[in-house]
């Protein structure tokens, strides 16, 4: 089959490929990170590049969703871009875009309380008058030395070991054991040294927490973009692409456990150990990712009435699941709460100890699909709220996710000011600028409480008259330019416009509207929240003035927010510490009362108050 040549601009590579498939095909098989929000259907237009050589004419959608500069320029997208001829193809951004990922998570104490068990001991050696088995001489050892296993159990796999290593090891091994069975044998004493690995699947990035399962202490954290991405950006995607494409779930199943063993590599690396010291792995994820971890379909919890499979804490061998640690290895998977409260929100409750709370506590991680849990030891409601891609940048004009490029805050000052994570030239802003961008323009009166955006002649405070400029027309739409098309890596203007707002007002109104319903559901007012802990990437990089001003966390809690880091990866870490606290995860997600807001009674009239803006302007 004929061939082409591929080359990736700013000195990125070059690559022989098959023809006919798309440049997002080999995009992702060649490693190059750059995101397709929209899984490749050609629907959000984001996956741009430019193609400086071998371009060919666009196509309908590319008309569409690209502008007619743009399209005169070689620019085109890359989910829709077939090779047909060689091609010289300007990326925006570099090989490996550094993606901003949440890593920081701050763990309260526990008991520590390991799941495996090591046991050293000395095997008396076999003599001619005494010809017991291997087995029933290490049996026979482990009870001379006061360990009562008389129902040891030993599978096939590590039988097979021991005739071996017991020889090799001089009779002085280690077993690894679960309760009453044996995990692996060990030549010589390793019975101090034991490690694991605690887990966070996001739908957008994983991060992992080497462990060592005795101190309690991280050795190493490492950290990726979720490879599923490649796939669709979002959960929902990723279902359709496990139940369309004929071996898709074995293709996100086979992705993020290739993604979870580099992991393991690199934090192995950094720690100087080898992965077959690693014994326990613990996981926290949505439903969707716990599923396709499993390789358990996830079409269930997309559709009505969004049932998981499983909402029992699940106990696998890592071997099971090609998890590249030692053979005997086990797997800790946090249970689900409900089809959109998964694994991650159980190991935020964790965290958080909520259910031995006296407080009451409001603890929101805001995504896609934002999980807010409200409550205290007096019980605990969780819902989630379908916020859209909004926060996370997606569907929005100049929105792109949290990294390097990206304006992740926009101060109205005497002139408007911004940061850009990487410090370089701005190519688009993530979800907390747009936050703050929107709410700057509520307190300016710039945007009024229906959110529409006035134009220039009608703004009256000084304080907006100074920003009337950067009121233009886009796409015969009223926005809010930010960044003018000379001072940005696109080359195209970046700007906030009146369908940005929407999506925004839409995505707080769902989240705010959450809150509401909660507090109706357990008859708490705003005054009876002690805390509100702000979990995940998003809730972490915030501005909670910006929050509070859009209206997404009420305002009389300003002060009571504090952000919790990764908590997701916190409580992971105390299941994989702590036999009780799994046992504990496996309580809480039992007790928590879900609350499915599309069936509460009031839900659209509270949604639809929850979209407008309260905040008054400021003279
Ligand atoms: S249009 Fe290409 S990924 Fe969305």
């Known amino acids: 089959m004929e061939h082409f040549k591929v080359i990736f601009q700013p000195e990125i590579g070059e690559v022989a490929v098959l023809a006919g498939i798309t440049l997002m095909e080999v995009i992702n098989d060649a490693g190059f990170e750059l995101d397709f929000p929209c899984g490749g259907m050609g629907r959000c237009g984001k996956c741009r590049v430019k193609i400086s050589k071998g371009v060919r004419p666009p196509t309908i959608r590319e008309q569409d969703l690209l502008e007619a500069g743009e399209v005169e320029d070689g620019v085109r997208l890359a989910c829709l871009t077939k090779v047909q001829n060689d091609m010289v193809v300007e990326l925006a951004v570099d090989k490996k875009l550094k993606h901003n990922i949440l890593m920081i998570s701050e763990a309260r104490s526990v008991d520590i309380k390991p799941h495996l068990q090591k046991i050293f001991v000395n095997v008396e050696k076999p003599m001619l008058h005494d010809q017991r088995s291997d087995w029933r001489r290490i049996k026979d050892s482990l009870l001379k030395n006061g360990y009562e296993y008389n129902d040891l159990k030993v599978p096939i796999p590590v039988l097979r070991q021991i005739p071996a290593i017991i020889r090799e090891a001089e009779h002085s091994i280690t077993l690894v054991t679960n309760g009453n069975e044996v995990l692996g044998i060990e030549s010589q004493d390793t019975s101090k040294k034991m490690l694991g690995m605690a887990v966070d699947i996001g739908t957008t990035t994983v991060v992992g927490y080497l462990l060592d399962l005795y101190s309690g202490k991280v050795l190493g954290v490492a950290s990726t973009l979720n490879p599923q991405t490649r796939f669709g950006a979002d959960v929902i995607s990723r279902v359709n692409f496990a139940g369309q494409d004929e071996d898709g779930l ?44 499993l390789g358990i379909t996830p079409e269930n919890i997309a559709v009505a009435p969004y049932v998981p499979a499983t909402g029992e804490p699940v106990v696998a061998a890592a071997a ?191 989240m705010a509207a959450g809150v509401k319903v909660l507090m109706e559901k357990l008859g708490i007012q705003t005054g009876d929240i002690k805390e509100v802990l702000l979990a995940g990437a998003f809730g972490n990089y915030l501005n909670p003035h910006s929050a509070c001003v859009i209206g997404l966390i009420p305002m009389e809690l300003e002060e009571q927010i504090r952000m919790i880091g990764n908590a997701a990866g916190t409580g992971a870490r105390l299941a994989l510490l702590s036999s009780d606290e799994y046992r504990r995860a496996g309580d809480i997600a039992g007790a928590v009362e879900f609350v499915e807001l599309g069936s509460y009674p009031k839900f659209n009239r509270i949604f639809g108050e929850c979209t407008y803006f309260t905040v008054q302007a400021k003279e």
Do not use: W
Not at 258 to 276: D, P, Q, W
Not at 383 to 405: T, V, W
């Open 250 to 293: 074995n293709k996100l199943q086979k992705t993020v456990i290739e993604a979870i063993n580099r992991l393991i590599g690199e934090a192995a690396e950094e720690a100087g150990v080898s992965r077959s010291d690693i014994y326990g792995i613990s996981i926290a994820a949505n439903t969707c990712m716990h599923h396709l971890f």
């Open 320 to 510: 099971e699941l090609c998890l590249e640690i030692n053979s005997g290895g086990r797997v800790f998977v946090l249970p689900n709460i409900a089809g959109f409260v998964g694994a991650d929100t159980t190991a935020v409750l964790l965290a958080a100890e909520l259910e031995r709370s006296e407080d009451i506590k409001l603890i929101i991680d805001i995504g896609t699909n934002g999980e807010i849990a409200l409550g205290s030891k007096a019980g605990i409601a969780a819902c989630s709220a379908a916020a859209g891609p909004a926060f996370e940048g997606a569907q929005i004009s100049s929105g792109m996710r949290g990294a390097d490029g990206a304006i992740d805050h926009v101060y109205f000052a005497e002139r408007l000011e911004y940061s850009v994570i990487g410090g370089g030239t701005p190519l688009g802003i993530c979800g907390s600028a747009l936050l703050d961008t929107v709410a700057g323009l509520v307190e300016l009166g710039v945007v009024d409480k229906r959110g529409r955006i006035l134009t220039a002649d009608k703004l009256s405070n000084s304080a907006a008259k100074r920003f009337a400029e950067h009121v233009v027309e886009h796409e015969g739409q009223p926005a809010f330019l930010l960044v003018s098309a000379d001072k940005t890596g696109y080359g195209r203007p970046i700007m906030c416009t009146q369908s940005d707002i929407r999506e925004l007002q839409l995505a707080k109104g769902a």
